[in-house]
C-alpha cells in the first residue's frame, strides 16, 4: 500500500505570495492532519480534516487553510507569506475509527517551504 | 492543554551503548502515547505506541511502557546501533473530542559513533 504522498517537494516563494501543498493520503485513510515543523517551534497541529470537514484547527492565523476533497486527498493554502513561514509542513493520514485517538498517524515526506 | 517534555539533547553513544530518553506527559483522560523517528529529510516514521496504561510499546528492539502513576514514557534501547542515529520525538494524542491532535515533545537528537 502507498505511503501518503506530498507534493511539491521544495517550494520557494517571495514574502506576499501564495502556497498551495498539496497531500494524498494512505488508500483508505479518511482523516488528514497537517503540521509546520520549524527548528525554534518544533512540531505544532495546524488543522485536520475528516470527511471534507474541518475537525479541528491549531492556534494559527487565518491565513493558513485548508480543505479535503471527497477522496480524502487535501491541500493547505498559506496567503500572504511570511519570512516566518519558512518551514517544513507535514501531512498525515489516519483511519479515524471509532473516534481516533488510539489511531496512528502516518506522515508524509513533507514540503520544504522556504519564503525569502 | 496537553504538553509533553522530553529531554532534548544532543545524545551521544557508542555503538552498543543501552539508550534512555525520558518522556513525560500532561494530559486529561486517557491519552495514547507515541515515539516517532525523523531522519535527516524525511517525515516522521512511527516507531512505536501504547493506548492504555501499562502497555508495552516495541519495535525493532526499542521499547517504551505507559505509566500512568508517574506520567511517563521513556523509550529504551539495550543495544545502539549506528543507524539508530535520528531525532525521536515523543508524542501523544488526546482522547477528548477536539483534541485528537498529535502533541510533540521538541525532539531528542541521537548520534551513534561506531
Known amino acids: 500500500k502507498a505511503g501518503v504522498t506530498q507534493t511539491p517537494r521544495y517550494l520557494i516563494k517571495t514574502r506576499g505570495q501564495q502556497v498551495t501543498l498539496s497531500c494524498s493520503p494512505i488508500?483508505?485513510?479518511?482523516?488528514v492532519s497537517w503540521y509546520q515543523q520549524t527548528p525554534g517551534q518544533g512540531l505544532q497541529f495546524l488543522f485536520e480534516y475528516f470527511s471534507e470537514t474541518q475537525r479541528n484547527k491549531g492556534n494559527f492565523p487565518g491565513r493558513f487553510s485548508g480543505r479535503q476533497f471527497s477522496n480524502s486527498r487535501s491541500e493547505m493554502n498559506v496567503s500572504t507569506l511570511e519570512l516566518g513561514d519558512s518551514a517544513l509542513y507535514l501531512c498525515?493520514?489516519?483511519?479515524?475509527?471509532?473516534?481516533?485517538?488510539?489511531?496512528?498517524?502516518?506522515f508524509g515526506p513533507g514540503t520544504r517551504l522556504t519564503v525569502l | 492543554g496537553n504538553s509533553v517534555t522530553q529531554m532534548e539533547g544532543p545524545v551521544t553513544l557508542s555503538e552498543e551503548a543501552f539508550l534512555t530518553i525520558n518522556c513525560t506527559y500532561t494530559?486529561?483522560?486517557?491519552?495514547?502515547l507515541f515515539w516517532y523517528v525523523q531522519y535527516p529529510g524525511e517525515g516522521l516514521q512511527l516507531l512505536l505506541k501504547?493506548?492504555?496504561?501499562?502497555d508495552k510499546g516495541s519495535n525493532k528492539g526499542f521499547e517504551a511502557t505507559y505509566r500512568k502513576e508517574t506520567t511517563s514514557f521513556h523509550l529504551e534501547k539495550g543495544s545502539v546501533q549506528v543507524s539508530d542515529s535520528a531525532v525521536y520525538f515523543c508524542a501523544l494524542r488526546g482522547s477528548g473530542a477536539g483534541s485528537y491532535q498529535l502533541t510533540f515533545g521538541k525532539g531528542t537528537k541521537l548520534s551513534v559513533i561506531p
Open positions: 501504547a493506548t492504555k496504561a501499562d
Open positions: 488508500s483508505g485513510h479518511r482523516s
Open positions: 498525515a493520514s489516519s483511519l479515524a475509527e471509532g473516534g481516533g485517538y488510539t489511531d496512528t498517524q502516518y
Open positions: 494530559a486529561t483522560g486517557y491519552p495514547s
